[in-house]
């Protein structure tokens, strides 16, 4: 992608105009998938069975529990003791001059930790506990399905899915996915089936690995990228094959700032801020050998008719920061749901020809991580 949108997902359906009837055929198509510098430098440990995604959905008290601060494991007498306040010893010698002296001795209290600002500082604060959320909006299993539509007819499918945790070298991970694809009448014109896994940290809730799978008529892609959180750096791998260039590989490396998203994370990282009408959230983003700043105002409330009834919403304008100048991202729209789970309702995209439109048609909402 050479430019950051938060509808990455739906420009897939913006390729319908071209004329093709089926996905490109490859006969080396498996080997599309192996990147071994990629494998080297990543271990990813999912569960072996696949977790309940039916369950019915809850209030944010119960599918919760307890909140990020009292799931702490309980104080032992011995945790008590490691934690204990150190007592400041007073001198000996200068305590028994003191004394003599009949002056009061004292001890210097230790001085507390002025309470510092969430991390990075252009990053709203409010419904955060540190850099994890005090309601975590997602739930594994949930599944978000949006019809597409292209001059108000149905062109193609896309979900929003959060998948069971994983661990990626070795630390818990949130892993999140989105996919798309034609549906029969408009695969005569142009097949897309494409979805990208993402994985982010839990702790840290930045992204450390996407995988994206493209499969269409006129191209068969698989990209990965590593976000090095450590080193502060991006790596990038291609493999694609198309009808026009054929076969084409491609590495790049950059220099990421610290808490920095990727195109796609952003996409479910914006569902943690609370996105009061009125008040223009932040964040960093990295893409493409680029540093942004994601900006979102949010512009109002209104109830939005969808299928599964009027349900209520926060409507957002996204922008842009590009080396320091404003830059808007087109004539979009993004509605989230007004809850604790900021599912994304609605997306909005003009485009050269016409407007894509994609709205929610089901909910799972799955089971709290």
Aim: proline fraction near 5%; charge should be positive.
């Amino acid at each position: 992608m050479k430019r950051f949108s938060l509808i990455a997902g739906v420009a897939a359906i913006s390729v319908l105009t071209a004329c093709s009837t089926s996905f490109l055929k490859y006969e080396k198509e498996d080997q599309l998938k192996k990147i071994d510098e990629f494998d080297k430098a990543v271990k990813i440990e999912e569960p072996s069975t696949p977790a309940e995604t039916d369950a019915p959905a809850k209030t944010a008290a119960a599918a919760l529990g307890k909140t990020h601060e009292e799931t702490k494991p309980a104080t032992t007498k011995s945790d008590a003791k490691k934690k204990a306040v150190p007592v400041v010893k007073a001198d000996k010698k200068a305590t028994a001059k003191a004394s003599k002296k009949g002056a009061k001795v004292t001890t210097a209290a230790p001085t507390a930790a002025a309470p510092t600002r969430r991390q990075p500082d252009i990053e709203d604060d409010a419904g955060f506990n540190g850099r994890r959320p005090i309601v975590d909006p997602f739930r594994v299993g949930e599944e978000v399905t949006h019809e597409v539509s292209y001059f108000k007819m149905a062109a193609g499918e896309m979900k929003f899915k959060t998948l069971p945790m994983a661990t990626v070298n070795g630390r818990k991970s949130y892993k999140h996915n989105i996919a798309i694809k034609t549906i029969s009448l408009f695969a005569s014109v142009y097949t897309v089936e494409d979805s990208v896994d993402i994985f982010m940290d839990y702790d840290d809730v930045v992204p450390t690995v996407f995988e994206l799978h493209v499969k269409e008529s006129g191209q068969l892609r698989e990209a990965k990228m590593l976000f090095d959180n450590v080193k502060k750096m991006a790596t990038f791998w291609e493999k694609k094959v198309t009808k026009q260039d054929g076969e084409e590989e491609k590495r790049e490396q950059w220099e990421i700032e610290e808490y920095a998203q990727n195109v796609y994370s952003s996409i479910f990282y914006m569902r943690m801020f609370q996105w009061e009408v009125g008040k223009e959230y932040a964040f960093r983003v990295s893409n493409d050998k680029e540093n942004l700043t994601f900006s979102g105002k949010a512009l109002r409330k209104e109830i939005l008719d969808t299928e599964l009834g009027p349900m209520k919403a926060i409507v957002i304008q996204p922008n842009i920061t590009l080396k320091g100048k404003f830059k808007p991202i087109g004539e979009n729209l993004i509605w989230l749901s007004d809850d604790e789970h900021k599912y994304i309702l609605r997306i909005e995209a003009k485009i050269k020809i016409g407007t894509l439109v994609s709205q929610v048609v089901a909910i799972k909402p799955g089971k709290a991580p």
